[in-house]
């Protein structure tokens, strides 16, 4: 195989970049999307990328505690995930099991969106056998709508004890918590005094590429189904006259998000972020040594993707809505 991305590169640039953030707080929350272990996108997309790159990267930050969010209703409904159709709870058990072949310790687990459903309350006592310590988060109504709702809801929530100055926010899947757990947190630290930060480490979309590049037009293929879409971050651009590629939920919380921080840190702009490109880290572009080859991979998943999902279509597995989407996303790469 052909490469086009150095993880090398790439770990370098990125791992110095977390270390310039942990730096600027005193401890700092950190989001991390997607798959923490074998991330088979990145490695389809970015010929070279090694599967394990993103725990390797994260093993070499140090001293760290990881949280890994759980969310009950996932749990209840039997939410399937990725091409293997894992049930949601098995994915989760995978997932620790991984983490933990590479001597990283997932001993925190917080089962978020909880309205006394059974099957949360079953999975915590399986995952206490297994020596983890399990929290329930609450669900809290409307907290993207209203930081009044969203602060009195962290006030209500348990505060989880952490020591490290970093700590990894991760879970299975999108909509897993991850972010609203941060915030609690900030929130608890706020009130005991502690310097905290926020940052999101993602990998797609690449910040500085292109919005067309097919790269790009990759992770929309990937979350078709979710109805994702690349934009312009309207306030990177407004903060600095230059384009940066961001996605449609990313910049439609950001506003509601930079209110919820602004009225628990009192600061302008939370953690002295403009935008939510600002929020994220991200130096993906750095590992790519040979750009041709990385768009010919992309073209080649888009294209797969789009096989994908219409044999699922098919099925009666997924909808119209998704394939009218996918449609849409191979007319950007396809002449």
């Known amino acids: 195989m ?20 942990i730096k600027k707080f005193g401890r700092l929350y ?3 999307g997607g798959k923490l272990v074998y991330d088979n996108h990145a490695s389809r997309v970015l010929p070279g990328y090694k599967k394990i790159t993103k725990i390797n990267l994260v093993k070499g930050l140090g001293d760290l505690e990881i949280i890994y969010c ?7 409904s039997n939410r399937t995930l990725g091409e293997n159709k894992l049930t949601y709870e098995k994915q989760v058990l ?5 983490i933990q072949k590479f001597k ?5 687990i917080v089962i978020t ?3 006394a459903q059974k099957k ?18 609450k669900e ?5 709508e209203s930081p009044q709702k969203a602060i009195k809801g962290f006030e209500n929530q348990q505060y989880i004890p952490v020591e490290k100055n970093l700590i990894i926010l991760t879970g299975p899947a999108s909509g897993s918590g991850k972010m609203a757990v941060a915030l609690s947190q900030i929130y608890h630290e706020e009130k005991l005094k502690n310097k905290t930060g926020f940052a999101k480490f993602e990998t797609f979309p690449i910040w500085n590429l292109s919005i067309n590049h097919p790269i790009n037009v990759a992770y929309e293929a990937a979350t078709a189904d979710l109805q994702d879409r690349n934009l312009i971050d309207p306030y990177y651009k407004k903060a600095h006259n230059i384009n940066a590629v961001n996605y449609n939920r990313d910049i439609g919380n950001f506003e509601i998000l930079k209110r919820i921080v602004q009225k628990m840190t009192k600061q302008k702009n939370p953690f002295g972020y403009q935008s939510p490109t600002e929020m994220g880290i991200n130096e993906a572009k750095k590992g790519i040594i040979n750009d041709k080859i990385c768009r010919q991979a992309a073209i080649k998943e888009i294209k797969r993707r789009y096989r994908r999902y219409l044999s699922e279509f098919k099925h009666g597995r997924e909808t119209k809505a998704t394939i009218d989407r996918m449609k849409e996303i191979l007319r950007k790469v396809i002449k």
């Open 94 to 98: 995978n997932d620790l099991k991984d």
């Open 113 to 115: 969106r909880y309205t």
């Open 2 to 21: 052909k490469r086009g991305f150095s993880s090398e590169k790439y770990i370098l640039a990125q791992r110095a970049r977390v270390f310039e953030r």
């Open 140 to 144: 809290i109504i409307g907290y993207l």
């Open 104 to 108: 990283l310790n997932p001993r925190i």
């Open 120 to 137: 949360a309350r079953e999975f915590k006592k399986k995952l206490e056998k297994l020596g983890k310590r399990v929290f329930f988060h």
């Open 30 to 32: 950190l989001e991390i």
């Open 70 to 76: 759980v969310n009950a209703k996932d749990l209840q």
